[in-house]
């Protein structure tokens, strides 16, 4: 037992306390200075496909690396990523090592206290998954197995509201170490988004990996530092844009092989614009 639900709570509020400390000392430019370097540089999650990874050749790739180019082209700029391990993300841009995320960030109201979040752009459902011969049929059933999560992730907000007391939580780096972990037999069982079965069952077809329960669906957007107007105005209007021209048509049809969903107006605790 790694973690109890006060601890993950506990968690949750210094990673509040501590964004919003480092934000105060953030050197970050303005959209102004971004233009003029001609350089945006943009937060990415390093590998976790088809959301953002770095290919055979050493390039970004996936649907938020395609986002993120087409936001630098947006602005005039060129793009210049930075992969980030999830409990990363949010230090990485309050900081100001990073000028914007396009990082799998879904939209969650203790985020939204210490990032500013963009319109959604994408959706994702979040699951248990664990091999077809698995039984897990229902929340209790996960205290008989050791499940995985990437730390400080949706997946590991969900595994932990939704484990009965007493199960076993391992909290991984990331997702791709997360994934490692179930195929060599460290956990049982897995925090999924929507592409870990595809994930796993190319690498371990024979073991029929499938969602066991699912969690809940979410909204991904971009994120910028909270109180910078100028810089959510622009991410928003780029969303618009690229909702309206086909673009994210066509990167939902490359990369998510669907059409792309119908987005809510809101989120409850997320505001889309700065307050």
């Not at 390093?46 to 947006?74: C, H, L, T």
């Not at 930075?82 to 993300?89: E, F, G, K, M, W």
């Not at 039984?135 to 949706?154: E, F, L």
């Not at 810089?231 to 059409?259: C, H, R």
Request: net charge positive; charged share 20%; aromatic share 8%.
């Amino acid at each position: 037992m790694l973690f109890s639900l006060n601890r993950r709570q506990l968690g949750v509020t210094l990673l509040t306390l501590s964004a919003i400390v480092v934000a105060g000392g953030s050197q970050a430019g303005t959209l102004e200075d971004v233009k003029k370097k001609g350089v945006v540089v943009i937060g990415i999650q390093g590998d976790n496909p088809p959301w953002g990874y770095v290919d055979s050749s050493g390039k970004q790739d996936g649907i938020d690396a395609d986002m993120g180019r087409a936001f630098a082209e947006y602005l005039g700029v060129k793009a210049e990523f930075v992969p980030l391990a999830v409990a990363n993300r949010i230090p990485a841009l309050t900081t100001g090592r990073v000028d914007i995320l396009f990082a799998t960030m879904a939209m969650l109201p203790e985020r939204a206290k210490v990032v500013q979040y963009s319109k959604p752009y994408v959706a994702n459902q979040i699951t248990l998954v664990a091999a077809q011969a698995t039984p897990i049929n229902s929340n209790a059933d996960m205290g008989k197995y050791v499940i995985g999560v990437p730390r400080s992730s949706t997946q590991d907000t969900q595994v932990t509201n939704n484990a009965p007391a007493g199960a076993e939580i391992r909290r991984f780096d990331d997702d791709a170490a997360t994934i490692q972990a179930l195929l060599s037999g460290q956990v049982q069982a897995v925090g999924a988004n929507s592409f870990y079965p595809q994930r796993l069952n190319a690498a371990k077809p024979e073991l029929g990996f499938e969602p066991k329960l699912h969690f809940t669906a979410l909204y991904n957007g971009a994120c910028t530092r909270l109180g910078e107007k100028e810089w959510n105005e622009t991410a928003n209007k780029f969303v618009d844009q690229i909702k309206s021209n086909g673009k994210l048509a066509a990167f939902y049809a490359k990369w998510m092989k669907a059409p792309v969903p119908v987005f809510p107006d809101s989120v409850p605790g997320v505001p889309f614009t700065v307050q």
